[in-house]
């Protein structure tokens, strides 16, 4: 063994913090995209928000400019705002190309600067250019700041919310709970055990924790807090503080006054899986009784609720706001992105003005540039990501032009790797630009990703979506006898004849993902 000296030539795919942030601002939703933003602001003060009212002057300011040049035809689209997509799929659309990195061109801010007072080297060593010096900035941002063509048509919006939409916080289950103890008469020290019990409640309304723990919280008897469990249990909604399901369901035809009946014995002596249809017949014989009648009590168990503190969840509400927008206007689809609420960024110009002053010292020099980079960075990932977002959905919308037209019927096979070929992306960019995003269309709003479907071929040599097989599959299910439901094999023959070919297993595959049961759960008794 020795110790010596080895060269070793290799590869490493390095990504810079530029390149990070570019691939993580890709797969942002639009309300993530918005906080970083903010974040941003916050953090970096070369940063700015251009104002509300700026910005419609600007607009309004760019489009008399047009008006008084004497031309009707609009500019570019600016960062990818408005666009059009081919209407005879011959994929000539105009695709708004991201802005030229500026290498070449030194900033006349910098250009202009005095040397400071004393000789002092700001500017590394002599010879050295320094990388700030490539950035024009004046000439980098004026797309990104351009407030593009935007007529009435585009400024006017009948779908703004209204205040009657304002909510306020909704009524939680414990303080539903909490306010109906403290009016009925209760003891004071009840109070404070059902209080207990109430704080141990899940969203459904079921109590997950035993007597004994809810005991050891006060010291309390346990015969206390099963006489407080009890009155939390006759509280409204009616069955909370229940520990399993047939617990809350008793308690709820007893406020009723229907434990005599015979769907309060169904469900003290039998399990819920006998109370199918197709096991009401053997019930039957065993209880004595007709299956008409066992319907009867089937139907007062149906009407009460099992999980009584779902009315109350506190979950909020998914916002989905779409990306984009895709819209037909004069047998053409038009494409632009939904900016509402998304700030509009500039850069100070205060902050270029202080690096062309003498008495700037060298840390405030650097530290103005180190934000300009980042700044920099990040008006130009925004434009990108508006770019290849662009690029994305102009090609679903030439190829699923059918499925905007006619409805989900007509959605073609389309895989990712069908629009990375035809953009000239990279695979996983197209899949990070799907996630998560929406898009307004004429048939709702839809998750870009839902555009992507397999596809099979039929006996025609047509390409079949495998959505379209799903909703043939659930259509015939619908339409089907209750009596003499249709079993997967027949599913099987009945889309043999109109040219799909299927095996029993993967009609049963699809029927499973939809959530539909088999012909022997379907099959009504009477």
């Given at each position: ?7 070793n030539?290799?590869?490493r ?34 940063l ?23 031309t ?17 799929g011959?994929?000539?659309?105009p ?12 900033a ?8 400071p007072e ?15 010096e ?12 351009d ?9 006017y ?11 306020t916080r ?41 007597n004994e ?13 099963e006489e ?12 909370c503080g229940?520990r ?7 308690v709820q ?13 169904l ?9 199918q ?5 053997n019930?039957?014989?065993q ?27 506190s ?29 509009r ?5 205060g ?39 662009y ?18 019927q ?8 069908d ?10 960019t ?15 709003v839809i998750?870009?990703?839902r ?28 339409e ?9 094999d ?6 043999l ?15 499973d ?5 088999g ?8």
């Amino acid at each position: 063994m020795s110790v010596k000296l080895t060269t070793n030539l290799s590869q490493r795919l390095v990504l810079t913090p530029q390149l990070r942030q570019r691939i993580e601002m890709l797969q942002m939703t639009s309300l993530e995209l918005s906080d970083l933003i903010q974040q941003q602001l916050l953090e970096n003060p070369v940063l700015e928000e251009v104002p509300a009212q700026e910005e419609k002057r600007e607009i309004e300011e760019h489009i008399l400019d047009q008006l008084a040049s004497g031309t009707n035809e609009p500019d570019a689209p600016a960062a990818g705002e408005l666009g059009s997509a081919s209407s005879n799929g011959s994929g000539d659309a105009p695709l708004v190309e991201a802005p030229p990195l500026a290498t070449d061109v030194t900033a006349d801010v910098l250009e202009t600067a005095p040397a400071p007072e004393g000789g002092e080297e700001t500017e590394g060593e002599p010879g050295e250019r320094d990388s700030f010096e490539e950035i024009d900035f004046g000439r980098e941002f004026q797309e990104y700041l351009d407030p593009g063509y935007k007529t009435q048509e585009w400024e006017y919006k009948d779908d703004e919310p209204t205040f009657e939409q304002f909510l306020t916080r909704p009524v939680s289950l414990t303080d539903h709970l909490t306010e109906q103890l403290h009016l009925n008469d209760v003891p004071a020290q009840l109070i404070e055990i059902a209080e207990a019990v109430i704080g141990n409640l899940d969203p459904d309304g079921r109590v997950n924790a035993t007597n004994e723990e809810i005991a050891a919280l006060g010291n309390w008897p346990e015969s206390l807090v099963e006489e407080a469990r009890q009155i939390v249990m006759r509280l409204d909604p009616l069955g909370c503080g229940a520990r399993d399901v047939r617990e809350c369901l008793l308690v709820q035809l007893e406020a009723c006054g229907e434990l005599e009946r015979l769907a309060a014995q169904l469900i003290r002596e039998h399990a819920l899986t006998e109370l199918q249809q197709h096991k009401l017949p053997n019930l039957s014989k065993q209880l004595g009784v007709s299956v008409e009648t066992l319907l009867k009590e089937l139907e007062v168990i149906r009407a009460l609720d099992p999980y009584p503190g779902r009315r109350y969840s506190s979950d909020e509400p998914i916002l989905i706001v779409p990306e984009v927008f895709i819209e037909k206007i004069d047998e053409e689809y038009v494409i632009y992105f939904h900016d509402d609420g998304s700030p509009r960024l500039r850069l100070n110009t205060g902050y270029q003005q202080m690096l062309g002053q003498p008495d700037t010292s060298k840390e405030t020099r650097d530290f103005i540039k180190d934000k300009m980079r980042s700044a920099v960075d990040l008006l130009r990932n925004i434009e990108h990501r508006r770019q290849t977002i662009y690029r994305v959905v102009d090609c679903i919308v030439r190829r699923q032009r059918e499925f905007l037209d006619k409805g989900v019927q007509f959605i073609k096979p389309m895989m990712l790797k069908d629009v990375a070929e035809e953009t000239g992306m990279h695979l996983s960019t197209i899949s990070r630009v799907v996630n998560r995003k929406y898009a307004h269309t004429p048939q709702g709003v839809i998750e870009l990703r839902r555009f992507f479907t397999e596809g099979m071929t039929n006996e025609e040599g047509e390409e079949v979506s495998t959505r379209i097989i799903k909703l043939r599959i659930k259509k015939l299910i619908e339409e089907e006898d209750t009596h003499n439901p249709v079993t997967d094999d027949q599913i099987v023959k009945i889309l043999l004849k109109e040219g799909i070919r299927l095996s029993r297993r993967t009609v049963a595959k699809y029927r499973d993902q939809m959530s539909i049961p088999g012909s022997r759960e379907r099959k009504a008794v009477i």
